[in-house]
Antibody, heavy 117, light 110 residues
Framework: EVQLVESGGGLVKPGGSLRLSCAAS????????MNWVRQAPGKGLEWVSS????????YYADSVKGRFTISRDNAKNSLYLQMNSLRAEDTAVYYC??????????WGQGTLVTVSS | QSALTQPASVSGSPGQSITISCTGT?????????VSWYQQHPGKAPKLMIY???NRPSGVSNRFSGSKSGNTASLTISGLQAEDEADYYC??????????FGGGTKLTVL
């Protein structure tokens, strides 16, 4: 059974940092491009960042460029998102998602990040 | 990259068919056959329903179908059922090699 389990969310003050993790199992993690997608409370889905299977290609949404860093450890079947200089508008549920072809077939349950003083 | 345009809400009665549109540009929807659709129930993670414009993943009901014309993609749900009530999001690959999502459509089954 495919599982993606996010962790690391929580309450952080504006300007603070947080590191999200996503543990993968049940599929060949090292063969998939991995992504972070977020959803602000009551809002729609927003793509945040993606990393290719071998970490050769990395992309960020303009809204997080320069503040967030995506990485992965294929030996540990894990995906990470280092989030710095957090803002109130970064408050959202963060999902990790595995890309197969050009769609996202596997999603985690999400982890909530709240940025508030 | 601007979000794809979806209607905020659609509704239909059980057994009816509904269609949700997703409008982009030639740099995303119109330029690639890489449109996907996701169903999201409250408090749950999104679920892939359609990929590459019109393909259904294994296990997805054949009541769900997708199509595309020009810069607009569409998701059609036939034989509406109460369990179809959810939010639906389209997504497309873009010329920036990144994805873009639609704003989402709330489907109400009357």
């Amino acid at each position: 059974e495919v599982q993606l389990v996010e962790s690391g969310g929580g309450l952080v003050k504006p300007g603070g940092s947080l590191r999200l993790s996503c543990a993968a199992s049940g599929f060949t993690f090292s063969s998939y491009s991995m992504n972070w997608v977020r959803q602000a409370p009551g809002k729609g889905l927003e793509w945040v960042s993606s990393i290719s299977s071998s970490s050769s290609y990395i992309y960020y949404a303009d809204s997080v460029k320069g503040r967030f860093t995506i990485s992965r450890d294929n030996a540990k079947n894990s995906l990470y998102l280092q989030m710095n200089s957090l803002r109130a508008e970064d408050t959202a549920v963060y999902y990790c998602a595995a890309r197969e072809g050009y769609s996202y077939g596997y999603w985690g349950q999400g982890t909530l990040v709240t940025v508030s003083s | 990259q601007s979000a794809l345009t979806q209607p905020a809400s659609v509704s239909g009665s059980p057994g009816q068919s509904i269609t949700i549109s997703c409008t982009g540009t030639s740099s995303d929807v119109g330029g690639y056959n890489y449109v996907s659709w996701y169903q999201q129930h409250p408090g749950k993670a999104p679920k892939l329903m359609i990929y590459d414009v019109s393909n259904r993943p294994s296990g997805v009901s054949n009541r769900f179908s997708g199509s595309k014309s020009g810069n607009t993609a569409s998701l059609t749900i036939s034989g509406l059922q109460a369990e179809d009530e959810a939010d639906y999001y389209c997504s497309s690959y873009t010329s920036s090699s990144t994805p873009v999502f639609g704003g989402g459509t709330k489907l109400t089954v009357l």
